[in-house]
C-alpha cells in the first residue's frame, strides 16, 4: 500500500509539473518541459539545454525551484497528506528544520548579492531588480541544497560568501525519505543535537538527559550511527579532494574541494 502510494504521489507530481511548467512557457516543446520535470522531481539536475535552468523564463525558474524543494521533503509527508494526518505532517520537526535552513540561507545569499552585477547562463547581463536577486538566491539555494543542480546564474561571479553559504547546502542536502542528496536534514539536525549534549555533558557530568528529535529519543546505537556517517562523509571529502589536488596539476584547492563535496552529496 505505501508503494502504491508513493508510486501514485510522483507520478501525481510528474503529471502537475509539466502541465504548470507548459502553461508558464508556451514556447518550449513539450520534451523540455517533460525532461525538466523528470530532472527536477529526482533532483538530477540535468537539462535538455546548455544553459540550463536559464533557459526559462522567471516564472518557470522559479515553479522548478518550487518543485526542487517539494522534492527535498519526505515522500512519506505526502502520504501522511493522503491519509488525512495534517497535523502530524506540519509537526515534523525535520521539515521545519528543513524550511528554516532554506529560508535563512535564501536570505543571506540575496543580501550577499544585492547590487551585484553578473552574468545568467545565457551570457547576458542578469538584471539588478529587487526582485531579481530574490529569485536568483531562492533559485541557487533551492536548486543546490536539494542536490537537483539547475543554474540560472554563473554564481561562479558571486562573492565569497554566498560561495561558501551554497557550499554547506551541499553537505546538507534534502529530508530523509526524499530524492534530494546529501546528509539530509534529519542526520545534521540530531548531530548539532549531540554537539550541543556532548557540550552539555562536558561541564554537567551528572545530568541525565536523553537526546529527542521532535517526539523520537536518539537511542546510543542511533547517537553512534549518525557521528559514524557525518564522520565518513567528511573523510571521503577529504580524501576525494587529496586525490584530486595530486592527480591533477593545474587543479586548485577549491576546486578539488567543491567537486569532491559536489560528488560525494550529488
Known sequence: DTARALWFIYITLTIFMTGLLKAIEPEMSLFACLTHTFTTLSTGGFSTFNSSAGE??????????????????NFGNYHKLLLGRYKECFNDSELK???????????????????MSYETTTGNVANNELWDYLSDAFFQVASIQTSAGFASVNFEQWNEFAKYVLVCLMFVGGCGGSTGGG????????????????VEKSYRPKVIRSIQV????????????????????????????????????????????????SAVNN
Open 56 to 73: 526559462f523564463s522567471s516564472s518557470g525558474i522559479w515553479l522548478i525551484a518550487i518543485f526542487a524543494v517539494l522534492a527535498g521533503i
Open 97 to 115: 528544520v528543513y524550511v528554516v535552513i532554506l529560508l535563512a540561507a535564501t536570505t543571506f545569499v540575496f543580501f550577499s548579492i544585492n547590487g
Open 183 to 198: 546528509i539530509k536534514v534529519i542526520r545534521i539536525y540530531s548531530f548539532f543535537k549531540i554537539l550541543i549534549h556532548q
Open 214 to 261: 521532535g517526539q523520537f529519543k536518539i537511542d546510543p546505537q542511533q547517537k553512534l550511527g549518525i557521528l559514524s556517517y557525518v564522520g565518513i562523509i567528511l573523510l571521503t571529502v577529504a580524501v576525494s579532494t587529496g586525490i584530486l589536488l595530486v592527480s591533477q596539476d593545474q587543479t586548485t584547492l577549491v576546486t578539488a574541494f567543491t567537486t569532491a563535496v
